[in-house]
């Protein structure tokens, strides 16, 4: 089998606080393979977005520092890459979306030209060459009318076309791999539910990989093949998509189901809040980090030690409990009538 | 029993340039005391406005909102100050909407400061009794709010609000900037309040799974108008209105064997502008189903099997669905995906 097209191993990012260097990433490691959609899940602060933006290099203009850990791209090693090199691959053979399409985009230049420039920056396409390319790009994001539209104003364009333009931009120079950070949280869900569609269509299309960063379960079982779950700061469970929605081996992965209101009202009752709040950088418990609001804590191999990322079968799982809790868990997403307990 | 809201072709409009842009394009509801109606609909649809237009945070065009006996539309300042200690809102932001320089007690002193004549040491009492009840210590009332966390801020805000007992509460994307593990904890906070304190919650959110869990009775807004209202059960599992059913079947399913099941309905092109909104029935552009007289005459509501109201021309004309939701309808006439 060939090499994974993007491969994190062992990732460590810190940010400078007042506290000190804080831990946002924590020995991460996950791969994506070639033709693969796999999808991050995580709530805010648990270095879900952080991990990818190292990874390639983006969190470190920020101030902060990967003292440890690997990521390979295709073949190449991207931590201590110059920004040149890097410069070469962002953009090129990586693309990106993000959430806010407006803050990506330049209110002061046609798309056409954004998109055009970027070919020509990466492609080393002549001008006429890079407009062609930006026409087809709006025309292949379901864009209507391209030839015109390529000469209109980012502020012309509503929430949903212009996360299309994104999309047409980040996908113009044909990347590997598309990095999606949230790229359909701030979108009405029928606007959404067409997002996610030319999506999936242009991955099978164009052959690319998709590594999607979301807090929305709905939007996993949709899309991913593979998931990756994160909880301060480190990856807690990992599993082919089916797999992880018919039995979660975390009790985090399964609290999160348990909380969404459509399970709740497919299940007629209240919705199983996970307590307490969610864990702080500068303040991780000791142990297992999610064990204060864990209903499955037991003291001793909860809070002591910290735990390894184990291998079960197709899913890893980061839990200290997670061979006796394995029919308890996979009860919790069991279809109707089986768990009335 | 008298509703505790009612709302008759409430109008808001708002000038740009030398047109008028009509937010909210004449809704009526009503919701009864202890019940919740939801407000569903994409950005654009009025539905905030709604909210704010009939706590006359901004001020209604035409209609009528009613609170109890009283008229809010015509009241005037004073009248609206006292009705202010019936009607409260929680806003999405738990982070813009307290303010940062004042402790917790003293946010939630204030509205008691205003609108009761109990003095310092029933107010303070009031106070603690309040944190406790929304969970939170009621110790941590000296405190600031950035030293609390989005969910716990959200209860803050609940808190404030209900602080005066107030016979309405109008609740704004409530949870939207919530994360998922707290999001149910506020959910459950909500509804336990509620069955407690017998307030009528008009309740605005664009997640329908969430919207659904919250309310016996839902309307569902498009561009200013309401398209479908009725028991949240009916309007959900049998929506009547092609705008409910797209809306609802936008949704993903968190469950990967169905996730790709057909039966959604994909809108096809964007929210009409509302300064120049269609002729006739304002969906119609973006309907999969429309026909000539969509575009000429704007629909009339009628009445549903199994409860609340739907207007769309397919009732009457066409296929005359005649009140029948479309579920049977759509099996016939959605393309296979």
Known sequence: ?341 | MTDALTVKDLRVTYPVGDRLLHAVNGVSFSVAPGETLGLVGESGSGKSTTGLAILRLIPPASGSAKLGDLELTTAGNREIRTARRRMQMVFQDPYSSLNPSMTIGTLLDEPLLIHTKMSKVERQAEVAKVLASVGLNPAHAARYPHEFSGGQRQRIAIARAMMVRPDLVVLDEPVSALDVSTQSQILNLLRRIQTESKAAFLFIAHDLAVVRLMSQRVAVMYLGDIVEQGPSARVYDQPAHPYSAALISAVPIPDPDRAHVAGEIILRGDLPSPLNPPSGCRFRTRCPFAMDICAQEVPKPTAIEGGGVASCHLHTHGPKLAGKPLGDFLKKNLPAS
Not at chain 1, 101 to 116: C, F, H
Not at chain 1, 142 to 165: C, E, K, L, W
Not at chain 1, 241 to 251: D, G, I, Q, T, Y
Request: net charge neutral; glycine share 8%; with cysteine.
């Open chain 1, 1 to 341: 089998m060939a090499a994974p097209l993007l491969e994190i191993r062992d990732l460590v990012v810190q940010f400078p606080s007042p506290h000190g260097w804080l831990t946002v990433v924590d020995h991460v490691s996950y791969t994506v393979e070639r033709n693969d959609i796999v999808c991050v899940v995580g709530e805010s602060g648990s270095g879900k977005s952080v991990t990818v933006q190292a990874a390639v290099g983006l969190s470190q203009a920020k101030g902060a520092r990967v003292p440890h850990g690997s990521v390979k791209f295709d073949g190449q090693e991207l931590v201590g890459m110059s920004t040149r090199q890097l410069n070469r691959i962002r953009g090129a053979d990586i693309g990106f979306i993000f959430q806010e399409p407006m803050s990506s985009l330049n209110p002061a230049y046609t798309v056409g030209e954004q998109i055009a420039e970027v070919v020509r920056r990466h492609k080393g396409a002549s001008r006429a060459d890079a407009w062609k390319r930006a026409i087809q790009m709006i025309d292949r994001v379901g864009i209507a009318s391209a030839a015109t539209r390529v000469n209109d104003y980012p502020h012309q364009f509503s929430g949903g076309m212009r996360q299309r333009v994104m999309i047409a931009m980040a996908l113009a120079c044909d990347p590997k791999l598309l990095i999606a950070d949230e790229p359909t949280t701030a979108l009405d869900v029928t606007i959404q539910a067409r997002m996610l569609e030319l999506l999936m269509d242009l991955q099978r299309d164009m052959h690319m990989s998709v590594l999607f960063i979301t807090h929305d379960l709905g939007v996993v079982a949709k899309i991913a093949r593979s998931v990756v779950v994160m909880y301060g700061a480190q990856v807690v469970e990992q599993a082919p998509v089916s797999a992880l929605f018919k039995a979660p081996r975390h009790p985090y992965t399964a609290g999160l189901m348990e909380a969404m209101p459509q399970v709740a009202l497919e299940r007629g009752h209240d919705p199983i809040a996970i307590p307490g709040t969610v864990a702080q950088a500068h303040a991780w418990p000791s142990g297992c980090r999610f064990n204060p609001r864990c209903s499955y804590r037991v003291d001793g191999p909860c809070t002591t030690q910290p735990l390894p990322l184990v291998t079960r079968g197709v899913d890893h799982v980061r839990c200290a409990r997670a061979d006796e809790l394995e029919a308890t868990l996979a009860a919790v997403m069991a279809p109707q009538g089986g768990a009335n307990s």
